[in-house]
């Protein structure tokens, strides 16, 4: 069985492409970023996620198995579970052969205001997204964070100024607004996000208080923008404007440098103590991180688990432990 990294991850074997960005004829989506989904011809997906992609990428064909509901498909059988990225997201365990297969995406075990927390399927062989798969990523308290954003947010509308978040346009921003409601906030948000708050309100999550953009109606609203857009047409009526980034990056340095004013740590992954203990309620044996770091990887072999870090460069005989030269094909059950 192997494994190769060729627009998404392919699974010899198996009919759909997980996470393909390209179009494809029949493709995985774990959620609607769009680093993750694209124009498919046919996509295996939550319902959410159906309609948060169409809304992006346009209608297409869809198979949308609830949550929990194992179908079968090809002969494989294949079911979704939570995985507390975004509306929507979601994991995939494949049963191939008697052998259980996990795909995770992105994921966040703890799940937010707007996502139920990510389920812990065992399985055998686990391939998982290292993205905060370094030690030295370990996010605060959210209520730590939130408690510092409504700090800031009620200093600067004493100071005359209009406190604008730029946070991820979904997700990310209906997160945090879900998180500042609770203190009364309002909200005017850019028109790529509000699009995708009246899909969060159909499936049943409110987010009090989020209007489209209106540069007649900013008094006492905190504006809501995809970061990234500072040439927008929104943006340009803006007074006065106090900008406030939202991501886990902000511990890095690099984010810092981002022009906001400030940034905080605020993200819809596991940092890299959440996804050590995920991979251990898993059961896995076999584990393949990619994107993110080798890090996580390298730990977990210390625990005695057989890990490897995908690459785009490089393959390996996970059966000889071998270097395999150029390539990006690996076995998935050594």
């Not at 995406?105 to 290292?130: F, M, R, S, Y």
């Not at 030690?135 to 954003?149: A, I, K, R």
């Not at 489209?212 to 504006?223: A, G, H, M, T």
């Not at 440098?257 to 991979?279: F, K, W």
């Amino acid at each position: 069985m192997i494994l190769s990294l060729q627009n998404g991850l392919r699974i010899s074997g198996v009919p759909f492409v997980l996470d393909a960005v390209r179009p494809e004829r029949f493709a995985f989506a774990s959620h609607a970023h769009a680093d993750h989904c694209g124009r498919h011809h046919r996509i295996l997906c939550t319902t959410a996620t159906a309609e948060l992609a169409c809304a992006r990428f346009g209608r297409t064909e869809t198979i949308t198995p609830e949550i929990g509901q194992t179908i079968e498909i090809e002969g494989i059988q294949v079911t979704l579970f939570d995985a507390g990225h975004v509306l929507g997201s979601a994991q995939i365990l494949l049963v191939i052969d008697g052998h259980r297969v996990l795909y995770t995406g992105d994921v966040k075990p703890a799940g937010g205001k707007t996502t139920p927390p990510a389920a812990a399927p065992a399985c055998d062989t686990l391939i998982i997204e290292a993205t905060y798969g370094r030690p030295g990523y370990v996010f605060p308290p959210v209520e730590q964070t939130v408690d510092l954003l409504v700090t800031t947010i009620k200093r600067v509308f004493v100071r005359g100024l209009t406190p604008v978040l730029l946070a991820y346009g979904l997700g990310k921003a209906q997160e945090a607004m879900a998180l500042l409601a609770q203190q009364g906030f309002a909200f005017a948000c850019h028109r790529l996000i509000y699009d995708a708050v009246l899909i969060y309100r159909a499936h049943g999550i409110p987010l009090a208080g989020a209007e489209l953009f209106s540069p007649q109606k900013l008094r006492d609203k905190v504006v809501v923008m995809p970061p990234g857009v500072p040439q927008s047409r929104e943006w340009r009526q803006i007074s006065n404007p106090y900008t406030i980034f939202l991501t886990g990056w902000a511990l890095d340095r690099v984010p810092r440098r981002s022009g906001a004013d400030l940034v905080l740590p605020l993200s819809d992954h596991a940092d890299y103590p959440q996804l050590v203990q995920y991979i251990q309620k898993t059961g896995a044996r076999t584990v393949f991180t990619f994107h993110g770091f080798p890090e996580l990887a390298a730990r977990l072999r210390e625990t005695g688990l057989c890990a490897r870090h995908l690459s785009r460069k490089d393959a390996v005989d996970m059966a000889g432990g071998r270097d395999a030269g150029p390539g990006t094909a690996y076995d998935l059950f050594p």
